[in-house]
C-alpha cells in the first residue's frame, strides 16, 4: 500500500507494532504460567505438557500474524485515533467527554448543511461561545462569559450549559443553529481541534442561511495567521490535510471568511487590558441584541418616531451627566417609551437599573426599598439599609464612578427624586436618567431636558385598537364603522384604546354597539381610574379650579376664563400653570382645552355618587339636568346648598364654534335658544339656589330675578342676551360679587337710565364690553339724547390732572348738519371737577385746520379713557351758534388730559338743517338734584357756545 511508504505512517507502524508486541509477550508469559500450573497439576504426565506448549506457540504466532496484517489494513484509522487522544482536554468534565470519533463523523456530515432546509427559525441563546478549552477556557472565555451573563444575555458554553451524560453531538450543533450571535474565540491551538473546525463551518454555514452574526476574537494570535494559515495555524493543516482531506478545504474557505470580519485583538486593545476589551465586547453584543428585541414587541405601535426624539435628548455619547423627563397625560405612554429605550441603549452603560411605578412602590414599601433596589441591581450583589439618609449617602459613594443607566418611572412626589438621584453628581461621566410622570413642575429642578409624549395619529390608534380588539392591523368586515368610532372616543390615548379593544375582543356586533351606547352616558371605569390619578393629586382649591375648567370653560379665551375663575378666588394665576403641568389641561393658541377623556373623567367626579340626582351636584351644566329641576316639583324649589356653579345653556361656553366668532366683535346673531331657557318655573328653582357662586345664563327671559333671589356667595354674574329689562327689583346684598359681564343685553341697555355702582366695594372689574358704546351711540344718534359714561372712583386708573386748555380746529364737510348727528368727546379728567367745552364757528382761520375724525366702531382706542361723552348736534339746533354754512370750527377743552373729539355719523334717515329745534340745553343727573350732567350756555351776542359737563354716574 503506497502510503506505507510515507515516513510519518512507517513510524506510526512502529510505534504501533512495538506496544502490540509487548501486549503479545505479555499474553505468551500468562500462557506459560497456566501451562506450568498444569504440569504441576499433571506432574505424572510428560507427553500433556509438552502438547500443551506446542499449542501455545501455535496460538502465538496465529496472533501476532492476525494484530499485524489488521495493523495494515487500518493504519489511517489508527493515526486519527491517536490524534483525537492527544487532542482530548485534560480539564473536561470526565462523564461529558466527547467522542471525537463519533462528532467527526456528524459534522463531516453536517458541515456543509448545518443548517436544515427546513428549519423555521427560533432563538434560544443569544450568543454561542466557539473556543479552544485548554487556550481560553478559564481565563479569557471565563470572564467573556460572566461579563455576557451579568448583562442578562442568554449564552451557550459547552462545558457550562450542556447536561451531565448528554451527547454533544447534536446538541452543540443545535445550540449553534438556535443563537442569534456567534463569538468565535481563535487562540494558537485552536485550528489543531477538527472539533473547533468543525464548530467555525457550521457557524459561517448559519451566517450565509439564517443570518447568524459572527464576531471573531483573535486571543494571543494574529488575524493574518487566521486568515492565511501561517505559523500554528499552518502546522495544524499540515497534518489534517492528510486524515480530512475532504475538509481541509472547507475549513480554509471558513477561517479566511471569519477572519475578515471586524472583531477585536485583546493585546492591541486598551494597551492589552482585557477587562476593556471584554467589557466593549459585550456593549457591542447587546447594542446587536437591543434591535432585534425591540422589534419583536410588535405592540409598540408609533414607537420609532418618539424613541429617536427621545434619544436625541438624552445625547448618548457626549460624556457628563444628564437628566431627561418624559412628561404627559396618564396612559399616553410615557413608560412605554421609557422601557423601550431602556432596552435599546442599556448596553451601552457600566451598569443600569429600571424601577417602574415608582408612586405605588414607594407608597406602598418606602423609598428605602426602592433605593436598596437600585443599589443591589447596578452593584449585582444583594444591599440592605438601614434608613434612607444611608441610600442617599451609598447611591452617590458607590454609583458617582459608574457609567449607569437609571429609569425612574411614575414619579409623583420631589422626595422620590430627592432620594433616588438627588444630584448630577451622584453618578459617574456618560450617565443618563430618564424620569416618567404626569407633572412637569417635577422636572423643573432636576431635568436637563423635557420630552412631551404625543398622542397616537388616527392611523396608529386604529392599528393599535386592532391589536386588541381583534389581533389584526385593519378593521375586520363590518365592524370598520365601530371601529372609528372607538378610536374617535379615545383621542388617540394608548390606554383607552387597548383597554377598550381587549374589552371588546370577543364581543359581537351587537354587543360593541351596546358598548358604544354605553361610554356615552358611563365611561369605563379602569379608563376613568387611571386618568383620575392626576386629580387625586391636586389640592383642593386646585380640584374645584380643575372641575370649573372640565365643566364650563373647555375652549375658551385664557384671558375671559381667568377673569371668571379668580372672581371666585381660585388664583387661577398660579392655579392653571400647575393643571397645565400636570397634564390635566393645556392652553394653545390663548384657548383653554384638554382631552376628550380628561374631560369625562371631571364630569364623572362632579356625579359621584349621585349620578340621577342633579340637584346633588355641585355643578350643573347639561341640558336634561336642567329640565329635570323643571319638571320636579315643589320640593325642588326648597332651599339648595349643593349646587355652586350653574350654565344654561352648556353650549354657549364653546367660544370657538364660528356662530359665536360674532360675540368678540359684538354683533349678536340672531338664533333660537333652548325653550328651557325661558322656562317660567326656571328663575324660581335658580332662587332657591343658596350657595350659587357663578351663574351664566344666555338669554334670560323677559323677567327680572325674583326679589327672593339673594345670592350672597355669587362672586360672578354674567347674563348673555338677555331679555329682561331690569336685573332685579329693590336691593341686593352681594358682599362677595366681583365680576358683571352683559354681554348682548341690548335690551338692558339701550333703556338704561342709570347705574350707580357706588359702595360696591368687592367689584374688581366690569366686563370689557360691558357697556357697548356702539349700542348706545345708535339710540342717542336717533334720539338726539346726551350720553355721559365714568368709570367709577374705584376703577379709574389715576392720571396727572392739571388746569389746562386744549384748542382743536377743525374743518368739516360742506354737509356735516346732514351726515352727522353728533360728536363724541374722550377724555381723561379729575373725577370731582366738571369738564369745559366751548364751540365757535369761524369763516376762516389763522392756521390750516384738521380734518375731522369720524367715529370708527371697530376702534378700540376709546376703550383707554376715562370719560366718554356724547353731545348731539339736535340739542344745539335753539342756540346762537348754530349755522350749518360755517365749515370751520374751533373747540376749546378745559381742565382735562389727552383729549379727542370724534364725530359720529347718522344712521338712518338724513338730518335737515331746519328740523324743529328742542330745547336740550340742560341733562338733569337723578340722583342728584342740584347736579346737571350737560349744560349748554348760550351767549347770543356772539358765535360760541359753553357746555358745561360734570359726572358722577352713569347717565344717558
Same mark, same amino acid.
Not at 371588546?504 to 354587543?511: A, N, P, T, V
Given at each position: 500500500m503506497k502510503f506505507c511508504d510515507d515516513p510519518e505512517y512507517q513510524t506510526l507502524i512502529q510505534k504501533h507494532v512495538t506496544k502490540q508486541l509487548k501486549k503479545t509477550q505479555t499474553t505468551k508469559s500468562n500462557i506459560q504460567s497456566h501451562s506450568y500450573s498444569t504440569t504441576v497439576g499433571v506432574r505424572h504426565g510428560k507427553h500433556s505438557m509438552i502438547t500443551l506448549e506446542i499449542i501455545c506457540n501455535v496460538i502465538f504466532c496465529v496472533i501476532a500474524g492476525a494484530v499485524a496484517i489488521c495493523f495494515t489494513i487500518y493504519a489511517k484509522k489508527a493515526l486519527k485515533g491517536l490524534e483525537n487522544e492527544d487532542?482530548?482536554?485534560?480539564?473536561?468534565?470526565?462523564?461529558?467527554?466527547?467522542?471525537?470519533?463519533?462528532?467527526? *463523523?456528524?459534522?463531516?456530515? /453536517?458541515?456543509?448543511?448545518?443548517?436544515?432546509?427546513?428549519?423555521?427559525?427560533?432563538?434560544?441563546? +443569544?450568543?454561542?461561545?466557539?473556543?479552544?478549552g485548554e487556550d481560553t477556557r478559564k481565563r479569557f472565555v471565563d470572564h467573556l462569559y460572566t461579563a455576557l451573563v451579568q448583562q442578562g444575555i442568554h449564552t451557550y458554553k459547552d462545558d457550562e450549559t450542556l447536561a451531565r451524560g448528554e451527547s454533544i453531538g447534536p446538541s452543540l450543533l443545535k445550540a449553534i443553529q438556535e443563537s442569534r450571535i456567534a463569538v468565535v474565540v481563535f487562540s494558537k491551538n485552536y485550528a489543531d481541534s477538527s472539533w473547533c473546525l468543525d464548530e467555525l463551518a457550521c457557524i459561517i454555514d448559519c451566517m450565509?442561511?439564517?443570518?447568524?452574526?459572527? *464576531?471573531?476574537?483573535?486571543?494571543?494570535?494574529?488575524?493574518?495567521?487566521?486568515?492565511?494559515q501561517n505559523g500554528k495555524y499552518g502546522e495544524a493543516f499540515d497534518k489534517h490535510r492528510w486524515e480530512n482531506k475532504h475538509k481541509v478545504e472547507s475549513w480554509r474557505k471558513a477561517l479566511v471568511k471569519t477572519s475578515n470580519l471586524s472583531g477585536w485583538v485583546p493585546r492591541d486593545f486598551a494597551n492589552g487590558h482585557e477587562a476593556n476589551c471584554i467589557k466593549n465586547i459585550v456593549g457591542t453584543i447587546s447594542g446587536r441584541l437591543s434591535p432585534l428585541i425591540t422589534n419583536v414587541d410588535t405592540d409598540l405601535i408609533g414607537i420609532e418616531t418618539h424613541l429617536l426624539d427621545l434619544k436625541s435628548k438624552l445625547v448618548i455619547g457626549s460624556g457628563g451627566v444628564r437628566m431627561v423627563g418624559i412628561w404627559g397625560v396618564g396612559g399616553g405612554g410615557k413608560t412605554t417609551l421609557a422601557s423601550a429605550a431602556y432596552t435599546e441603549i442599556s448596553h451601552e452603560f457600566d451598569a443600569h437599573c429600571l424601577l417602574e411605578n415608582i408612586r405605588d412602590e414607594s407608597s406602598k414599601h418606602g423609598l428605602k426599598k426602592l433605593q436598596e433596589k437600585i443599589l443591589s441591581v447596578v452593584l449585582k450583589t444583594k444591599v440592605k439599609l438601614l434608613n434612607e439618609r444611608e441610600g442617599k449617602s451609598m447611591i452617590k459613594s458607590r454609583l458617582c464612578h459608574k457609567s449607569v443607566l437609571v429609569v425612574l418611572d411614575d414619579v409623583d412626589d420631589l422626595k422620590q427624586l430627592e432620594a433616588l438621584a438627588g444630584s448630577h453628581d451622584w453618578f459617574g461621566d456618560g450617565s443618563r436618567i430618564i424620569i416618567t410622570t404626569r407633572d412637569e413642575h417635577l422636572l423643573s429642578r432636576k431635568a436637563d431636558a423635557i420630552y412631551e409624549v404625543s398622542l397616537l395619529s388616527h392611523d396608529e390608534a386604529i392599528k393599535l385598537f386592532g391589536r386588541h380588539a381583534y389581533r389584526e392591523d385593519k378593521p375586520v368586515e363590518d365592524y370598520e364603522m365601530l371601529s372609528l368610532d372607538v378610536v374617535s372616543y379615545a383621542g388617540g390615548l394608548p390606554l383607552a384604546l387597548e383597554i377598550l379593544g381587549t374589552?371588546?375582543? +370577543?364581543? +359581537?356586533? +351587537?354587543?360593541? *354597539? /351596546?358598548?358604544?351606547?354605553?361610554?356615552?352616558?358611563?365611561?369605563?371605569?379602569?379608563?376613568?381610574?387611571?386618568?383620575?390619578?392626576?386629580?387625586?393629586?391636586?389640592?383642593?382649591d386646585e380640584k374645584e379650579l380643575f372641575l370649573d375648567i372640565a365643566c364650563f370653560l373647555r375652549r375658551w379665551p385664557i384671558d375671559r376664563a381667568i377673569r371668571v375663575l379668580d372672581a371666585c378666588s381660585f388664583h387661577p394665576g398660579i392655579g392653571v400653570k400647575v393643571l397645565v403641568q400636570k397634564s390635566l389641561i393645556k392652553v394653545s393658541n390663548g384657548i383653554l382645552d384638554m382631552h376628550d377623556l380628561v374631560e369625562e373623567m371631571a364630569h364623572y367626579i362632579v356625579r359621584g355618587e349621585h349620578p340621577s340626582h342633579p340637584e346633588k351636584h355641585s355643578r350643573i351644566w347639561q341640558e336634561k339636568d336642567i329640565v329635570e329641576f323643571c319638571a320636579m316639583g315643589a320640593e325642588t324649589l326648597m332651599e339648595n346648598y349643593h349646587i355652586e356653579v350653574l350654565a344654561l345653556p352648556?353650549?354657549?361656553?364653546?367660544?370657538?364654534?364660528?356662530?359665536? &366668532?360674532?360675540?368678540?366683535?359684538?354683533?349678536?346673531?340672531?338664533? /333660537?335658544?333652548?325653550?328651557?331657557?325661558?322656562?317660567?318655573?326656571?328663575?324660581d328653582v335658580v332662587a332657591n339656589m343658596k350657595k350659587l357662586r357663578w351663574i351664566y345664563w344666555e338669554g334670560y327671559p323677559a323677567s327680572s330675578l325674583p326679589t327672593e333671589f339673594q345670592p350672597t356667595k355669587l362672586s360672578c354674574l354674567m347674563l348673555i342676551r338677555g331679555q329682561q329689562n331690569q336685573l332685579w327689583e329693590g336691593c341686593k346684598h352681594l358682599p362677595n360679587l366681583k365680576t358683571i359681564d352683559l354681554q348682548g343685553n341690548f335690551h338692558l341697555l339701550k333703556r338704561l337710565k342709570d347705574l350707580n355702582l357706588s359702595g360696591c366695594n368687592e367689584l374688581e372689574k366690569l366686563a370689557e364690553d360691558f357697556f357697548d358704546k356702539e349700542c348706545c351711540l345708535e339710540v342717542n344718534a336717533v334720539e338726539d339724547r346726551f350720553m355721559s359714561v365714568q368709570l367709577p372712583p374705584e376703577l379709574l386708573v389715576t392720571s396727572a390732572y392739571s388746569h389746562t386748555m386744549t384748542l382743536i380746529r377743525l374743518q368739516?364737510?360742506?354737509?356735516?348738519?346732514?351726515?352727522?348727528? &353728533?360728536?363724541?368727546?374722550?377724555?381723561?379728567?379729575?373725577?370731582?371737577?366738571?369738564?369745559?367745552?366751548?364751540?365757535?364757528?369761524? *369763516?376762516?382761520?389763522?392756521?390750516?385746520?384738521?380734518?375731522?375724525?369720524?367715529?370708527?366702531?371697530?376702534?378700540?382706542?376709546?376703550?383707554?379713557?376715562?370719560?366718554? &361723552?356724547?353731545?348731539?348736534?339736535?340739542s344745539l339746533r335753539h342756540t346762537s351758534w348754530w349755522n350749518?354754512?360755517?365749515?370751520?370750527?374751533?373747540?376749546?377743552?378745559?381742565?382735562?388730559?389727552?383729549?379727542?373729539?370724534?364725530?359720529?355719523?347718522?344712521? &338712518?334717515?338724513?338730518?335737515?338743517?331746519?328740523?324743529? /329745534?328742542?330745547?336740550?340745553?340742560?341733562?338733569?343727573?337723578?340722583?342728584?338734584?342740584?347736579?346737571?350732567?350737560?349744560?349748554?350756555?348760550?351767549?347770543?351776542?356772539?358765535s360760541k357756545i359753553e357746555i358745561v359737563w360734570s359726572y358722577d354716574s352713569y347717565e344717558l
Open positions: 487532542n482530548k482536554e485534560t480539564d473536561d468534565v470526565s462523564d461529558s467527554v466527547p467522542n471525537k470519533l463519533d462528532i467527526s *463523523m456528524a459534522s463531516s456530515s /453536517s458541515s456543509s448543511h448545518c443548517v436544515p432546509a427546513s428549519i423555521s427559525q427560533s432563538w434560544n441563546y +443569544d450568543v454561542f461561545l466557539s473556543f479552544r450565509d442561511n439564517i443570518g447568524q452574526v459572527v *464576531m471573531p476574537i483573535f486571543y494571543d494570535i494574529d488575524p493574518s495567521d487566521v486568515r492565511k374589552f371588546l375582543y +370577543d364581543k +359581537d356586533k +351587537d354587543e360593541w *354597539m /351596546s358598548a358604544l351606547a354605553k361610554l356615552k352616558c358611563i365611561p369605563h371605569v379602569k379608563v376613568t381610574e387611571r386618568l383620575k390619578i392626576s386629580y387625586d393629586g391636586l389640592e383642593p352648556s353650549y354657549i361656553i364653546d367660544l370657538s364654534l364660528p356662530r359665536f &366668532g360674532a360675540i368678540k366683535s359684538r354683533k349678536f346673531p340672531k338664533f /333660537s335658544l333652548p325653550s328651557y331657557v325661558s322656562h317660567p318655573r326656571l328663575p368739516l364737510p360742506h354737509n356735516w348738519y346732514s351726515d352727522f348727528s &353728533g360728536f363724541l368727546l374722550c377724555a381723561d379728567n379729575d373725577p370731582w371737577e366738571p369738564c369745559i367745552i366751548v364751540l365757535k364757528q369761524e *369763516m376762516s382761520m389763522d392756521s390750516q385746520p384738521s380734518h375731522c375724525e369720524e367715529f370708527n366702531k371697530n376702534c378700540e382706542s376709546y376703550d383707554q379713557y376715562e370719560r366718554v &361723552g356724547y353731545v348731539p348736534f339736535g350749518p354754512t360755517y365749515t370751520n370750527i374751533s373747540v376749546e377743552i378745559h381742565d382735562v388730559v389727552n383729549p379727542k373729539v370724534v364725530f359720529v355719523r347718522r344712521n &338712518g334717515k338724513t338730518g335737515n338743517s331746519r328740523e324743529r /329745534s328742542i330745547d336740550y340745553s340742560e341733562c338733569w343727573d337723578k340722583e342728584w338734584e342740584d347736579r346737571k350732567t350737560f349744560e349748554v350756555i348760550d351767549d347770543p351776542k356772539s
